[in-house]
């Protein structure tokens, strides 16, 4: 095996399980977020969180795959590490990028969440009564 | 005392001699209202007719509301509420409910309060001041 085709090994054996691993733990975390969205609907939360992690690994392998190709001369060991390191960099950013927007998401759709139950406090003044008076018949 | 119950519409006891207190009804009433205010002189008949259980005295001395479920509340916290009912303000209302602004707020209003015959002019023409 040439430098070149083990650097594509080798790149597919890192960015793929980097990729498992930042989804597997938005899957974990985002779980919750959602769950406080959806007002504490299990299955709600568990299907919205399975197809954000599926979309998730769609966008992240197709842009490894897609970015698998070298375009410099891969010939001596430093080369191979050299454009290795740049793939892989551009692959963590990305991920990085992605997982962040994602982060986001969540929490604004928490946010709006948030908001909605404080409008149903708005029915109520932010002040308890100093008295209340209760008609007696 | 405390409920979950909803309050559809306050009404605002003031004190109708005291000018400012009359500006400040105008103020209130030319706002968009997100819950309906309605403005009663306090001690005027309507006033005892329709609140019994308040002492007339005490509504004088400070801005009192009322909910229609029978809630009252008195001072600053009337405040709070005439601001909550306002299209656009229930946020300032809840900003000075919060325990860091409400004691500052209390102390502003009862200073107002207090020093309201010096701060606009007063008349005793509408004859509302309890006998």
Known sequence: ?137 | MTSDRAVRRVTVLYDASCNLCRTARGWLERQPQAVPIEFVAATSPEARHRYPFLDPAMTLEDLTVVGDGGEVWVGAKAWVVCLWALEGRQALARRLSSPALMPRARSVVSFVSRHRKALGTYEDSCGCTPA
């Open chain 1, 1 to 137: 095996m040439n430098h070149l085709a083990a650097t594509y090994a080798l790149y597919v054996l890192l960015a793929v399980p980097l990729t498992v691993w930042v989804g597997r733990t938005l899957f974990r975390n985002g779980k919750v977020f959602l769950l406080d969205v959806f007002a504490g609907d299990d299955d709600l939360a568990s299907a919205v969180n399975s197809l954000l992690v599926v979309g998730f690994y769609l966008v992240n392998i197709g842009y490894v795959l897609l970015a698998l190709r070298i375009g410099t001369q891969v010939t001596t060991t430093t080369d191979a590490f050299e454009a290795l390191s740049v793939k892989l960099g551009a692959v963590a950013l990305v991920l990085g990028a992605l997982h962040l927007g994602n982060v986001y998401v969540l929490n604004n759709l928490r946010r709006r969440a948030v908001q909605s139950s404080r409008m149903q406090a708005l029915h109520r003044p932010p002040v308890e009564p100093d008295a209340v008076w209760t008609p007696t018949a």
